[in-house]
């Protein structure tokens, strides 16, 4: 069963950055392909970012485009585990969000499996 868990939310000013980790484990994790979504108040759950398995590549939302950043940290082949990044920079208020971590390896962007969400609150 994989487990996702997100840390490194909080509240900053706008024109900061933040920096969101989640770390991913669990026996399959290493086939996942991993990403973020975020939902605001009020709004629906939107995509901001996803990294493909196979390629590396990364996918973002036109919006945060130029301004976030996600990366992956795998562990070794004998460990079972991953490290996702969200690198936030030039914040705004409009980023104020849930953000959730998510993996799979049957859809895109990925959502088979979802973290609990961790607070961004940008204050302008």
């Known amino acids: 069963q994989v487990q996702l868990e997100e840390s490194g939310g909080g509240l900053v000013q706008a024109g900061r950055s933040l920096r969101l980790s989640c770390t991913a484990s669990g026996r399959t994790v290493s086939s996942y392909s991993m990403g973020w979504f975020r939902q605001a108040p009020g709004k629906e759950r939107e995509f901001v970012a996803a990294?493909?398995?196979?390629?590396?590549?990364?996918?973002?939302?036109?919006?945060v485009k130029g301004r976030f950043t996600i990366s992956r940290d795998s562990a070794s082949v004998y460990l079972l585990g991953d490290t996702v990044y969200l690198q936030m920079t030039d914040l705004k208020p409009e980023d104020t969000a849930v953000y959730y971590c998510t993996g799979g390896s049957s859809t895109w962007p990925p959502q088979n499996n979802w973290g609990q969400g961790t607070q961004v609150t940008v204050s302008s």
């Open positions: 990294i493909r398995r196979s390629t590396n590549r990364a996918y973002y939302a036109d919006s």
